[in-house]
C-alpha cells in the first residue's frame, strides 16, 4: 500500500468505521513497543483502565524517537517495497511456490532435522536463513522462514534458489515434500471412560493396513496402559512413556509426589522422536481428561493445541455424558482442532447417542460395548461388523478380515 498504510486503507474501508489501529513496533519499524492509535476519547480511556498499561513503564526517549523516524521512513518507502514484493514473487517462482504477500516467504520442508540441517547448510553460505520447527508451526511442516529485503538484488535471491533446489536433489526431494501426516490423539472427557480400549481399536485397524505405532506419553499409576494395548494389539509396536510416577493421579500432581514436574520441552522432543522413529502411523492416548494440568500452567489441552494432532475423543454412553462431551468438543474447537471420530463407551443408551449425533457436529461417531471379555479377538469382530475406513482410510474395508 503507498506510504505504507496498511491493510485498512488497502481495504478501502471508510475511516469513519475504524475504531483504532493496532502498530507494532518491532518487526517493519525496527524498535520495540507497540502503538495504539485513536480518538483522544479513546486514548485516555485506555490509559485509566486498561490492564497492559496500568502497570507500564513509558518507553524511554530513544525507543519513541526511533519509532517516530521509523514511521517517516515507512512513508517514504514505496520503492523499497515494491522491490520487496517482487523479489518475493521472484523467489517463490523459482521455488514453484505461492508468492508471499509481505516480505516473508516460507519453505515447507516437512522433517525438523532436514529443516535444521538446510537452513545450516544455508548459512554456512551466507544466506541468513532460519528453521521455524513445532510447536510454533504443526507438527509435520518444519519450514525455512525466508525474509526478502529491499537491499538484496536479483542475483542473490537466484543463488538462494539455487542452493535451497540443490539441497532439494541431494536430499532426495526431501524439501517440499507431502508433511507426514499429523498423528491421531485419543482424548478423553474423562479417566477411566475407555480411552484405551479405544486405542487398541484403532491400532488393531490401523495394522490391517500395514504397521502402526502407538505411545502412551504419561503414565501414572501401578496400571500400565501400554502393557495392557500389548496385549490387546501385540503386533502393533510401542514407544516407552516420556514420564512415568507412581501416584494415580493426575500427571502435574503425580510429578510433583515424586519430586519432579513435567518438562513440556522434553515432553515435545520426546514426541518428535516418537513421530520420526517410524514411518508407521502414530496413535497417541492422553493421561486423564482434556483440562488435566500437565504442569501448574499446561494442561493437555494447551499440549495439543500446540502440536496439533487428528483428535480422537471418548465419552461415557450414561448419565452426564451429554454436559461432559459437549463441552470438551467446544474446548477442543475453539483451539482449532478437528474432532475426527466420537467414540461413545459402555452400555447402549440410544437417546444419548441420538443427541450427540445431533448436537456434537461430529461426522463420525461410533458406539463401543463393554466388551466381554476384552480381547483381541473382541475387538476384531467389532471392527468386522463397522466400517472404519471414512475414519482411516478406503484402504481399511479391503483388508477387513473375511
Not at 485397524?205 to 503414565?219: E, F
Not at 482434556?290 to 494442561?299: E, M
Amino acid at each position: 500500500m503507498p506510504q505504507g498504510a496498511g491493510a485498512w486503507r488497502a481495504s478501502g474501508a471508510s475511516d469513519e468505521r475504524l475504531a483504532a489501529r493496532i502498530v507494532t513496533g518491532g518487526k517493519a519499524l525496527g524498535a520495540s513497543g507497540g502503538l495504539v492509535v485513536g480518538s483522544t476519547a479513546l486514548r485516555q480511556e485506555l490509559l485509566s483502565s486498561a490492564r497492559s498499561f496500568v502497570f507500564t513503564t513509558g518507553v524511554s526517549p530513544a525507543i519513541a524517537g526511533c519509532l517516530l523516524k521509523a514511521v517517516e521512513k515507512a512513508t517514504q518507502a514505496d520503492e523499497a517495497r515494491c522491490l520487496i514484493k517482487e523479489r518475493g514473487a521472484r523467489l517463490a517462482a523459482s521455488l514453484k511456490l505461492c508468492a508471499p504477500d509481505a516480505a516473508i516467504l516460507p519453505v515447507p520442508v516437512g522433517d525438523n532435522e532436514a529443516a535444521v540441517a538446510l537452513a545450516t547448510s544455508l548459512q554456512r553460505d551466507g544466506f541468513d536463513v532460519r528453521a521455524v520447527r513445532p510447536p510454533t508451526v504443526p507438527l509435520g511442516t518444519a519450514r525455512l522462514r525466508v525474509v526478502i529485503h529491499s537491499t538484496q538484488t536479483d542475483e542473490i535471491v537466484d543463488a538462494l534458489a539455487e542452493k535451497i533446489l540443490a539441497a532439494k536433489l541431494t536430499a532426495g526431494d526431501s524439501v517440499h515434500t507431502e508433511p507426514r501426516p499429523a498423528p491421531l490423539c485419543v482424548a478423553g472427557t474423562d479417566t477411566e471412560i475407555g480411552k484405551t480400549v479405544v486405542s487398541a481399536l484403532l491400532v488393531r485397524a490401523l495394522s490391517r493396513r500395514g504397521p502402526a505405532r502407538y505411545w502412551k506419553p504419561i503414565q501414572t499409576g501401578d496400571d500400565c496402559d501400554t502393557s495392557t494395548l500389548q496385549a490387546l494389539a501385540p503386533e502393533v509396536a510401542t514407544g516407552a512413556p516420556a514420564f512415568r510416577y507412581p501416584r494415580p493421579a493426575s500427571p502435574h500432581h503425580a510429578a510433583e509426589s515424586a519430586g519432579e514436574r513435567i518438562d513440556m520441552g522434553a515432553l515435545n522432543a520426546a514426541l518428535d522422536r516418537e513421530r520420526e522413529s517410524s514411518d508407521a502411523p502414530l496413535l497417541f492416548e492422553l493421561a486423564g481428561g482434556l483440562h488435566v494440568p500437565l504442569t501448574g500452567a499446561t494442561t493437555n489441552l494447551d499440549w495439543i493445541a500446540a502440536c496439533h494432532p487428528r483428535v480422537i475423543l471418548v465419552a461415557r454412553t450414561g448419565l452426564g455424558t451429554l454436559n461432559h462431551t459437549l463441552l470438551s468438543i467446544e474446548a477442543l474447537r475453539t483451539r482449532n482442532l478437528k474432532i475426527d471420530a466420537l467414540f461413545l463407551v459402555g452400555e447402549a443408551h440410544p437417546d444419548n447417542e441420538r443427541t450427540l449425533r445431533e448436537l456434537s457436529g461430529v461426522a463420525i461417531v461410533h458406539h463401543l460395548p463393554l466388551l466381554d471379555p476384552l480381547s483381541a479377538r473382541s475387538l476384531d469382530d467389532w471392527l468386522d461388523e463397522n466400517d472404519l475406513s471414512p475414519l482411516l482410510g478406503p484402504t481399511l474395508a479391503a483388508c477387513s478380515k473375511s
